[in-house]
């Protein structure tokens, strides 16, 4: 299954969750200072459990970042 992560097309497994999408890419602990958007809408972190990626999906996962 092929889906758009930042911009970048990426075959993944079919029935990959957001959670783990983000613990894969970013693996921080209960991926704090992460916000991610499923086809243009804000997914909140206690829906990325049960929130499947599908076929053509676009994901936008964007990290805080320190600095000044």
Known sequence: MQV???GQP???EPGLTIELL???VHPTPDGR???VALDGEVVP???WEATALGDGARVEIVAAVQGG
């Open 10 to 12: 990426q075959d993944v």
């Open 4 to 6: 758009v992560i930042n």
């Open 22 to 24: 983000v613990a894969s």
């Open 45 to 47: 972190r206690g829906a």
């Open 33 to 35: 200072g992460v916000a």
